[in-house]
């Protein structure tokens, strides 16, 4: 069973930096696009960045120039960068990717279970 696991989230203050981590485990075949998104209290989960199998990404306007994702195909696992954090970037951040496992040798979509992150003012 293919699972999703985020890890590295926290408080931190405005201005300041975390790395996100998400690792694939299971029987695997293939991992096709992941991403990274975000729900805010109130608001609808929202794209923050996404990278394809071959490492060309897309950000949203809010995570240009401040957000790095980034993936290690060896690993199964991706990552956010996320510097000169803003209070508005408070949210829980989840993984997701497109997923080829053995068990069933159909593509579909995966998300881990979220991690918090939280920046103070």
């Known amino acids: 069973q293919v699972q999703l696991v985020e890890s590295g989230g926290g408080l931190v203050q405005a201005g300041g930096s975390l790395r996100l981590s998400c690792a694939a485990s299971g029987s695997i075949v293939s991992i096709g696009a992941m991403g990274w998104y975000r729900q805010a209290p109130g608001k609808q989960r929202e794209l923050v960045a996404t990278i394809t199998s071959r490492g060309i990404t897309h950000y949203a306007d809010s995570a240009k120039g401040r957000f790095t994702i980034s993936r290690d195909n060896a690993k199964n696992s991706e990552y956010l960068q996320m510097n000169s954090l803003k209070p508005e970037d408070t949210a829980v951040y989840y993984c997701?990717?497109?997923?080829?496992?053995?068990?069933?040798?159909?593509?579909?979509?995966?998300w881990g279970q979220g991690t918090q992150v939280t920046v103070s003012s």
């Open positions: 997701n990717a497109g997923v080829l496992p053995a068990a069933t040798l159909k593509w579909d979509d995966y």
